[in-house]
């Protein structure tokens, strides 16, 4: 690889969210830390200090530890702020202060940078900005379903929603409820609460479709309010949609009442449900849901499985004839087919979401439910590259559920696709797979 930089060292770690920024470097919580934006290097960060960034001064992060997949990445895709992670312990050791480029797309962390290196990095920051800007007006320009793929978001705060409705996202894919409250988890099992989130959020989007996911508690997002047992290896364990139906009372029930009487009060909704691996838990929960809608006499909302547990995967046609959608989630996907766990820092080179056999099973996913007219969503962080989206879409899903940030280049890349370029990307996907590949691969068909 050319050097970059004269003189700065580069650390190496795994692409977290893309994006490049030029800051000083600082510790959480570090008192010398600026008043201007800083680039924050912790071990790790957890999803709730991550949605707490004050991002008029957080630039971007690097952490020690952490995987390219975990919710703390999830997060920060939702706030578009740049982000690497499983940089090893040498970043930890930086002086305060030290001047920093992050480099989000490569992984990497340039540190050091004064004199030319340093007019450098922040003409290429310059640059990146306004490319990204000439992207925004175009996806915005192009309106919302490039080569029939429709594109809503992700986690979007009520803060964010007056940008979706510019942008060219049809609604909110995947409204991941846990997330929502974050920081005041107490409130996670009170019905007036969940109602007025989600109602808000259906106002703020202009009466926009929002997919509500169901909680999805465990695994790297425990919640200590709730005094769940611990677990050997939480990511096996009691885990979405198993917890859910194992504490209905306190967990289910409250959030689809919730829910219902939001639809009846005109918002747009999707529910679907996290962590499914068997027919029996959606028809469980589905009934639970269906007679709070009969006693409500609310409108009835669709309802859908996430596609994440290979069980699931392997066994969809077993779903289509009950649910009314499928979301697969590529991010739990690849963790689980790969034996890879999302938060292993060990292993965050390794997780590769375009695996040979992760496109098989999106492939196979795509190709029992369209004959059966259930439209599939792709809602895990794979959508949100260009790369990601394009290899997604052709292997036949419907929609991509990506970040706000992402959309103009996802965009961009969908609008390039057309029907040889497809069938050359899936066949790629299909017989030698990998991100390595099928970047090269995509990149030099789509002129990306
Ligand atoms: C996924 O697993 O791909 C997904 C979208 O859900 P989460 O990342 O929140 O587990
Ligand atoms: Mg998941």
């Given at each position: 690889m050319d050097r970059l930089f004269e003189n700065a060292a580069t650390h190496r770690g795994v692409s977290g969210t893309r994006g490049w920024v030029v800051a000083p470097l600082h510790g959480l919580n570090?008192?010398?830390?600026?008043?201007g934006r800083y680039i924050l290097v912790a071990h790790d960060l957890t999803p709730a200090d991550t949605a707490a960034l004050d991002l008029d001064r957080v630039a971007g992060f690097c952490t020690a530890s952490g995987g390219p997949t975990s919710h703390t990445v999830q997060v920060a895709h939702g706030l578009g702020i740049p982000a690497v992670v499983a940089a090893g312990t040498t970043v930890l050791e930086l002086p305060a202060g030290t001047v920093c480029a992050l480099d989000g797309d490569a992984g990497l962390l340039h540190a050091g940078l004064y004199g030319p290196d340093l007019q450098k990095a922040i003409a290429r920051e310059d640059a990146m900005a306004e490319r990204a800007r000439v992207r925004r007006e175009a996806a915005q320009a192009a309106g919302p379903a490039p080569g029939g793929v429709v594109l809503s978001t992700t986690f979007v705060k009520p803060a964010q929603a007056a940008e979706l409705t510019r942008s060219a996202a049809a609604g909110i894919g995947l409204l991941a409820t846990e997330l929502l409250f974050l920081g005041r988890e107490h409130e996670i099992t009170d019905e007036d609460a969940h109602y007025r989130a989600y109602l808000d959020l259906a106002r703020a989007v202009r009466g926009a479709e929002i997919t509500v996911r169901t909680l999805d508690i465990g695994g790297d997002k425990p919640v200590p309010a709730l005094n769940l047992p611990k677990e050997d290896n939480s990511f096996l364990g009691v885990r979405g949609i198993r917890l859910a139906l194992r504490r209905p009372d306190t967990l289910l029930i409250p959030q689809l009442r919730a829910l219902y009487r939001a639809a009846a009060d005109g918002a747009r909704l999707r529910i679907m449900f996290p962590m499914v691996t068997t027919v029996e838990e959606f028809t469980q929960a589905a009934a639970v849901a269906e007679k709070i809608c009969r006693e409500l006499a609310a409108p009835r909302i669709p309802l859908g499985v996430m596609v994440e547990v290979p069980a699931c995967a392997l066994a969809v046609d077993r779903f289509v004839e009950d649910v009314d959608f499928l979301s697969v989630g590529t991010n739990d996907l690849t963790q689980y087919l790969l034996a890879?766990?999302?938060?292993?820092p060990a292993l965050a080179r390794d997780?590769?979401?375009?695996?040979v056999a992760v496109n098989r099973t999106v492939a196979h996913v795509a190709d029992t439910a369209g004959p059966a007219g259930v439209p599939v969503s792709a809602c895990g962080g794979l959508a949100a590259s260009p790369v990601g989206a394009a290899v997604l879409a052709s292997l036949g899903v419907n929609s991509l559920t990506v970040t706000l940030p992402a959309i103009p280049a996802v965009h961009e890349a969908l609008s390039r696709l057309d029907d040889d370029s497809r069938q050359s990307i899936r066949h790629e996907a299909l017989t030698t797979g990998g991100t390595r590949h099928l970047t090269e691969h995509v990149t030099t068909l789509l002129g990306l």
């Amino acid at each position: 690889m050319d050097r970059l930089f004269e003189n700065a060292a580069t650390h190496r770690g795994v692409s977290g969210t893309r994006g490049w920024v030029v800051a000083p470097l600082h510790g959480l919580n570090d008192p010398a830390a600026p008043q201007g934006r800083y680039i924050l290097v912790a071990h790790d960060l957890t999803p709730a200090d991550t949605a707490a960034l004050d991002l008029d001064r957080v630039a971007g992060f690097c952490t020690a530890s952490g995987g390219p997949t975990s919710h703390t990445v999830q997060v920060a895709h939702g706030l578009g702020i740049p982000a690497v992670v499983a940089a090893g312990t040498t970043v930890l050791e930086l002086p305060a202060g030290t001047v920093c480029a992050l480099d989000g797309d490569a992984g990497l962390l340039h540190a050091g940078l004064y004199g030319p290196d340093l007019q450098k990095a922040i003409a290429r920051e310059d640059a990146m900005a306004e490319r990204a800007r000439v992207r925004r007006e175009a996806a915005q320009a192009a309106g919302p379903a490039p080569g029939g793929v429709v594109l809503s978001t992700t986690f979007v705060k009520p803060a964010q929603a007056a940008e979706l409705t510019r942008s060219a996202a049809a609604g909110i894919g995947l409204l991941a409820t846990e997330l929502l409250f974050l920081g005041r988890e107490h409130e996670i099992t009170d019905e007036d609460a969940h109602y007025r989130a989600y109602l808000d959020l259906a106002r703020a989007v202009r009466g926009a479709e929002i997919t509500v996911r169901t909680l999805d508690i465990g695994g790297d997002k425990p919640v200590p309010a709730l005094n769940l047992p611990k677990e050997d290896n939480s990511f096996l364990g009691v885990r979405g949609i198993r917890l859910a139906l194992r504490r209905p009372d306190t967990l289910l029930i409250p959030q689809l009442r919730a829910l219902y009487r939001a639809a009846a009060d005109g918002a747009r909704l999707r529910i679907m449900f996290p962590m499914v691996t068997t027919v029996e838990e959606f028809t469980q929960a589905a009934a639970v849901a269906e007679k709070i809608c009969r006693e409500l006499a609310a409108p009835r909302i669709p309802l859908g499985v996430m596609v994440e547990v290979p069980a699931c995967a392997l066994a969809v046609d077993r779903f289509v004839e009950d649910v009314d959608f499928l979301s697969v989630g590529t991010n739990d996907l690849t963790q689980y087919l790969l034996a890879a766990s999302r938060t292993n820092p060990a292993l965050a080179r390794d997780i590769d979401p375009l695996h040979v056999a992760v496109n098989r099973t999106v492939a196979h996913v795509a190709d029992t439910a369209g004959p059966a007219g259930v439209p599939v969503s792709a809602c895990g962080g794979l959508a949100a590259s260009p790369v990601g989206a394009a290899v997604l879409a052709s292997l036949g899903v419907n929609s991509l559920t990506v970040t706000l940030p992402a959309i103009p280049a996802v965009h961009e890349a969908l609008s390039r696709l057309d029907d040889d370029s497809r069938q050359s990307i899936r066949h790629e996907a299909l017989t030698t797979g990998g991100t390595r590949h099928l970047t090269e691969h995509v990149t030099t068909l789509l002129g990306l």
